[in-house]
Protein backbone atom coordinates (compact mmCIF):
# COMPACT_ATOMS: atom_id res chain seq x y z
CA UNK A 1 0.00 0.00 0.00
CA UNK A 2 1.51 3.60 -1.09
CA UNK A 3 2.00 6.54 1.64
CA UNK A 4 -1.43 8.41 0.15
CA UNK A 5 -3.52 4.70 0.84
CA UNK A 6 -2.05 5.02 4.66
CA UNK A 7 -3.17 8.87 4.85
CA UNK A 8 -6.41 8.07 3.74
CA UNK A 9 -6.91 4.81 5.78
CA UNK A 10 -5.44 6.63 9.36
CA UNK A 11 -8.23 9.79 8.43
CA UNK A 12 -11.08 7.66 7.65
CA UNK A 13 -9.85 5.98 11.10
CA UNK A 14 -9.65 9.46 12.99
CA UNK A 15 -13.48 10.52 11.49
CA UNK A 16 -14.88 7.43 12.54
CA UNK A 17 -13.53 7.40 15.91
CA UNK A 18 -14.67 10.92 15.99
CA UNK A 19 -18.29 9.50 15.42
CA UNK A 20 -18.39 7.12 17.90
CA UNK A 21 -20.52 7.75 20.66
CA UNK A 22 -19.20 8.44 23.72
CA UNK A 23 -18.87 6.12 26.64
CA UNK A 24 -21.47 5.58 28.49
CA UNK A 25 -21.52 7.69 32.10
CA UNK A 26 -23.16 5.15 34.64
CA UNK A 27 -24.24 7.30 37.70
CA UNK A 28 -24.43 3.79 39.83
CA UNK A 29 -20.90 3.59 39.19
CA UNK A 30 -19.69 6.99 40.12
CA UNK A 31 -21.82 6.51 43.29
CA UNK A 32 -20.00 3.30 44.36
CA UNK A 33 -16.47 4.85 43.61
CA UNK A 34 -17.34 8.25 45.65
CA UNK A 35 -20.37 8.11 47.74
CA UNK A 36 -20.55 4.79 49.27
CA UNK A 37 -17.95 4.49 51.31
CA UNK A 38 -19.89 6.89 53.63
CA UNK A 39 -23.48 7.13 52.39
CA UNK A 40 -24.05 3.63 52.11
CA UNK A 41 -25.34 0.59 48.77
CA UNK A 42 -28.95 1.82 49.79
CA UNK A 43 -27.86 5.99 50.34
CA UNK A 44 -29.06 6.19 54.19
CA UNK A 45 -25.77 7.07 55.12
CA UNK A 46 -25.07 3.98 56.75
CA UNK A 47 -22.09 3.47 54.67
CA UNK A 48 -18.91 1.21 56.39
CA UNK A 49 -16.69 4.83 56.82
CA UNK A 50 -19.49 6.33 58.22
CA UNK A 51 -18.84 5.56 62.03
CA UNK A 52 -15.64 7.49 61.65
CA UNK A 53 -17.14 10.70 61.12
CA UNK A 54 -18.04 13.47 63.36
CA UNK A 55 -20.96 14.03 61.63
CA UNK A 56 -23.36 11.61 60.33
CA UNK A 57 -23.59 11.52 56.30
CA UNK A 58 -26.82 12.77 55.02
CA UNK A 59 -29.76 9.85 54.22
CA UNK A 60 -29.90 10.32 50.14
CA UNK A 61 -32.97 8.69 49.81
CA UNK A 62 -35.15 12.00 51.82
CA UNK A 63 -33.46 14.44 49.26
CA UNK A 64 -37.33 15.17 47.35
CA UNK A 65 -39.26 14.33 50.40
CA UNK A 66 -37.15 17.23 52.41
CA UNK A 67 -37.71 19.18 49.37
CA UNK A 68 -41.39 19.35 49.20
CA UNK A 69 -41.16 16.22 47.12
CA UNK A 70 -39.39 17.65 44.37
CA UNK A 71 -35.69 16.39 43.56
CA UNK A 72 -33.83 19.44 43.23
CA UNK A 73 -31.27 18.41 40.76
CA UNK A 74 -29.59 21.79 40.45
CA UNK A 75 -28.70 22.29 44.06
CA UNK A 76 -27.64 18.82 44.61
CA UNK A 77 -25.36 18.74 41.80
CA UNK A 78 -24.02 21.90 43.63
CA UNK A 79 -23.70 20.23 46.56
CA UNK A 80 -22.02 17.36 44.84
CA UNK A 81 -19.55 19.77 43.05
CA UNK A 82 -18.81 21.44 46.12
CA UNK A 83 -19.63 25.01 45.17
CA UNK A 84 -21.99 25.56 48.45
CA UNK A 85 -19.82 24.19 51.19
CA UNK A 86 -16.48 26.05 49.96
CA UNK A 87 -15.42 27.50 52.93
CA UNK A 88 -17.50 25.23 54.92
CA UNK A 89 -14.55 23.81 57.26
CA UNK A 90 -17.31 21.76 59.39
CA UNK A 91 -18.89 19.31 56.34
CA UNK A 92 -16.76 16.47 55.54
CA UNK A 93 -18.10 16.05 52.63
CA UNK A 94 -15.41 16.10 49.57
CA UNK A 95 -15.91 18.43 46.75
CA UNK A 96 -16.10 16.52 43.86
CA UNK A 97 -15.85 18.93 41.25
CA UNK A 98 -12.64 17.79 39.80
CA UNK A 99 -13.20 14.49 40.01
CA UNK A 100 -16.19 14.52 37.89
CA UNK A 101 -14.74 16.83 35.66
CA UNK A 102 -13.08 14.05 33.54
CA UNK A 103 -14.54 13.30 30.71
CA UNK A 104 -17.57 14.13 28.53
CA UNK A 105 -19.62 17.40 28.98
CA UNK A 106 -23.53 17.92 28.43
CA UNK A 107 -25.63 20.41 27.59
CA UNK A 108 -27.76 20.79 31.08
CA UNK A 109 -31.10 22.85 31.13
CA UNK A 110 -32.16 23.40 35.24
CA UNK A 111 -35.66 24.45 33.75
CA UNK A 112 -34.49 28.12 32.87
CA UNK A 113 -33.88 27.40 28.92
CA UNK A 114 -30.48 27.73 29.25
CA UNK A 115 -28.62 24.63 27.93
CA UNK A 116 -25.05 25.05 30.17
CA UNK A 117 -22.38 22.89 29.61
CA UNK A 118 -21.95 20.72 32.61
CA UNK A 119 -19.74 17.31 33.15
CA UNK A 120 -21.80 14.49 31.97
CA UNK A 121 -20.56 12.53 35.37
CA UNK A 122 -21.75 15.15 37.58
CA UNK A 123 -25.43 14.79 35.71
CA UNK A 124 -25.30 11.09 36.50
CA UNK A 125 -24.35 11.15 39.51
CA UNK A 126 -27.06 13.34 40.16
CA UNK A 127 -29.55 11.17 38.14
CA UNK A 128 -28.68 8.33 40.23
CA UNK A 129 -29.62 10.07 43.52
CA UNK A 130 -32.82 10.89 41.87
CA UNK A 131 -33.71 7.39 41.49
CA UNK A 132 -32.75 6.45 44.91
CA UNK A 133 -36.05 8.62 46.41
CA UNK A 134 -38.14 6.78 48.32
Do not use: W
Amino acid sequence: MNRIGIVTLALLGLTLSACAPERQVSGRALYEDFCLSCHGASGRGDGPAAAGLDHPPADLTGIAARNGGTFPTTRVMSVIDGYTRRGDRASVMPELGVALQEGPVVLYDAGDGVATPTPANLVALANYLQRLQR
